[in-house]
């Protein structure tokens, strides 16, 4: 059974920093593609971030720059440092895994993913 657990969430200012964490669980950590995505309320599922099973990472236009998504393959853990936080990036963040090829995992797409985790509210205020 695959579980992934995120923790990190909280409540900054505008121009402060979060790193949420996802903790996985059940499967070859390495050999799956893990993504970070965001959902503001009122707005659609959107892809934030994404590492294939070779740890090259693709991420959305808007957080290019200031977020930075990492692994540490020992703890079977998935990091987003979050930097440069802005109201708009106000929402509940989840991580993703499944079993993708690179541009499957890279394209981001809500439907692909199979395991998600329960979310983590981030809330940044001006």
């Known amino acids: 059974q695959v579980q992934l657990v995120e923790s990190g969430g909280g409540s900054v200012q505008a121009g402060g920093s979060l790193r949420l964490s996802c903790a996985v669980f059940?499967?070859?950590?390495?050999?799956?593609?893990i993504a970070w995505f965001r959902q503001a309320p009122g707005k659609e599922r959107e892809g934030v971030a994404a590492?294939?099973?070779?740890?090259?990472?693709r991420y959305a236009d808007s957080v290019k720059g200031r977020f930075t998504s990492s692994q540490d393959n020992a703890k079977n853990t998935l990091y987003l440092q979050m930097n440069s936080l802005k109201p708009e990036d106000t929402a509940m963040y989840y991580c993703?895994?499944?079993?993708?090829?690179?541009?499957?995992?890279?394209?981001?797409?809500?439907?692909?993913?199979?395991?998600w985790g329960q979310g983590t509210q981030v809330t940044v205020s001006s």
């Open positions: 993703a895994a499944d079993f993708l090829w690179p541009p499957k995992c890279h394209a981001l797409a809500t439907s692909d993913f199979g395991y």
């Open positions: 590492i294939d099973s070779g740890g090259s990472t």
């Open positions: 059940g499967y070859t950590y390495s050999a799956y593609c």
